[in-house]
């Protein structure tokens, strides 16, 4: 049994920051891709970014240049640092880890809202 469990949500005026984490624990043996995807009210789950276990990065093409994933094997954690956010931004975030034995897992979800 694995789960994975997100941090760091919140609310940030528009040009702001915020970091989010993504935890993962239990019978781990490898974790191969971890990413984030987003959900704004009305829309579509889209993935944000992702990482392989051996760090290459995607983007896609609206937070090229705003946002920066990375992750830690020791601490089976992914992060991503959101820089100059904008309203379009806001949505419930979502993590996502491929684990070797058990498949893709998914977080609960945290809210990030981008308002003056």
């Known amino acids: 049994q694995v789960q994975v469990v997100e941090s760091g949500g919140g609310l940030v005026q528009p040009g702001g920051s915020l970091r989010l984490s993504c935890a993962a624990s239990?019978?781990?043996?490898?974790?191969?891709?971890m990413g984030w995807y987003r959900q704004a009210p009305g829309k579509e789950r889209e993935l944000v970014a992702d990482i392989t276990e051996n760090g290459r990065t995607n983007y896609t093409d609206s937070v090229k240049g705003r946002f920066t994933i990375s992750r830690d094997n020791a601490k089976n954690t992914v992060y991503l640092q959101m820089n100059n956010l904008k309203p379009e931004d806001t949505a419930v975030y979502y993590c996502?880890?491929?684990?070797?034995?058990?498949?893709?897992?998914w977080g609960q979800g945290t809210l990030v809202t981008v308002s003056s």
């Open positions: 239990g019978s781990i043996l490898i974790i191969f891709t």
């Open positions: 996502n880890a491929d684990f070797h034995r058990q498949g893709e897992v």
